[in-house]
């Protein structure tokens, strides 16, 4: 979406009608991997919900959501991890707290 608003500033108000592809085409592919990285995510999401689902509620960032699953893993470990690196204290404060009261069945 980005690189298609770049395309038609350059285009109508800088390049009066010619696009300069090296700057399209890198804004391009950054949207292209931001766009992969949050498929990712999702899928990581779709497949961890059932285990812990107040993990959604509580973290809201895809990217924030992969770095805590990848540390949480099973969310019995939860209460006892250090999130201080990935997220700020009141989250923490409420990850841990609804990682113990979570109802989601165990991963094996």
């Known amino acids: 979406m980005l690189s298609y608003f770049v395309h038609c500033y350059l285009k109508k108000k800088l390049l009066g ?13 950054v949207d292209d ?3 992969e990285l949050n498929k990712f ?7 961890y919900i059932h285990h812990y689902l107040e ?3 509580v973290v809201s960032d895809n990217i924030l959501y992969v770095r805590v699953v990848n540390l949480v893993r099973n969310r019995t470990n939860a209460a006892s991890l250090d999130f201080a690196e990935v997220l700020p204290e009141e989250i923490e404060t409420h990850l841990k707290t609804a990682a113990v009261i979570s109802m989601g069945p165990e991963l094996n």
């Open 33 to 35: 991997l931001d766009k």
């Open 17 to 29: 009608g010619k696009v300069d592809t090296k700057i399209s085409k890198p804004i391009g592919v």
């Open 55 to 57: 993990l959604a509620y």
């Open 41 to 47: 995510a999702l899928r990581v999401e779709d497949s």
